[in-house]
């Protein structure tokens, strides 16, 4: 209808592992372009290269990533919040550019998670077809039950800052409520979790040359 010629363009919908699959092995691909894990962006390379008299594709991919924020006494708190709401938990948490870690210098760091806190208490999570959401759910159940098991991990080696109450409602389906927890350091954060949950770590102003490194 746009006026694309039909054999240009084709859209399969269906599962990733299934027709992902079948077309990188097929030797007339050439090209894919990902968005998803680091591990799953390993396999699709390792399929490309097996792929006997076929040749060397392009590969682009947009895999998980540490997004942080620095934060020093010299910062506006307000703007800070809000770029943290927006970030952190716009779109369920679930966008690769999502903000996971926020580096608070010790100075701010109880007037930031107070401001934050009440900020997230006036978030709404529910339906996205809603005007008055902010917050929707997480993809699907495996989505959300990778979180739960995370949020339970978190307890261990965490302090809970302010979680998002969920209603009734949408106490169940795949919608998952946004969190922040507070950190002693970022050493256990190894690979993303893809959801609304912001850790945060203090640091002193005369360490902010090790917190960049």
């Known amino acids: ?15 990733g592992s299934l027709l992902g699959a079948q077309l990188m092995a097929d030797s007339r691909t050439a090209g894919v372009a990902f968005t998803g894990s680091t591990i799953v962006a390993q396999g699709i390379a390792k399929t490309l290269l097996s ?16 997004n942080a924020m620095i934060v020093d006494s010299s910062a506006l708190l307000e703007q800070v919040v809000q770029d943290v709401i927006i970030s952190s938990f716009q779109s369920a948490g679930q966008r690769c550019s999502a903000l996971r870690l926020v580096y608070i210098q010790e100075e701010i ?3 930031f998670l107070k401001m934050l806190k009440g900020a997230m208490a006036e978030l709404s999570v529910g339906d996205p077809s809603l005007l008055s959401t902010d917050v929707g759910p997480v993809i699907d159940h495996e989505a959300r039950k990778a979180l739960q098991a995370y949020e339970i991990s978190l307890k261990k080696k ?6 998002v109450e969920l209603d009734k409602v949408h106490q169940d389906g795949s919608f998952f409520p946004p969190q922040v927890w507070e950190l002693t350091d970022a050493s256990h954060m190894v690979e993303e979790v893809f959801g609304p949950i912001l850790h945060v770590v203090r640091f002193k102003g005369t360490e902010l040359d090790k917190i960049i490194n």
Request: aromatic residues 4%; glycine residues 12%.
């Open 1 to 15: 209808q746009a006026g694309i010629p039909k054999e240009v363009l084709h859209y399969l919908p269906g599962s």
């Open 51 to 66: 792929r006997s008299n076929a040749p060397i594709v392009p590969l682009i991919a947009e895999t998980g990533g540490m």
């Open 109 to 111: 760091g109880d007037a």
């Open 158 to 163: 965490a302090r809970l800052i302010y979680k």
